[in-house]
């Protein structure tokens, strides 16, 4: 007897929700799951910096001092803003200052952008 695909992948689905739900200590390694995927999420995100980073190095020093240092503070103040996402958002006013410095950063790396394309 041949069983659907889609019919197999939600009954394995539901047994490791089951089986995450009726052992006693499933919520911990579910935990400890989700942060693991969660860290080789922020190691690619890194490495694929990096490698951004080594094959645009010449456009990058090519910007001047003043429009490097705003570039790279830009995207400093998205990580912070990004690693601070919970502390600011527990209330009404730090969700619109979180809001803010993220469209702050865009919009300082959106005018390192355009003043790049300048002559």
Known sequence: ?????????????????????????????AGTVKEAVSLGFLVAFAWIGSRLYREHRIAL???????????????GAALIDWCAYYRLTATGFG?????????GAGYAVYAVYRSSKEY
């Open 1 to 29: 007897m041949k069983i659907n695909a889609n019919v197999r992948n939600i009954a394995i689905i539901i047994v490791l929700a089951a089986a995450v739900d009726g052992i006693r200590q499933g919520q911990y390694a």
């Open 61 to 75: 020093y090519s910007l001047g001092n003043q429009r490097r240092a705003i570039l790279y503070g830009a995207v």
């Open 95 to 103: 969700t619109i200052v979180w809001i803010l410095i993220l469209a």
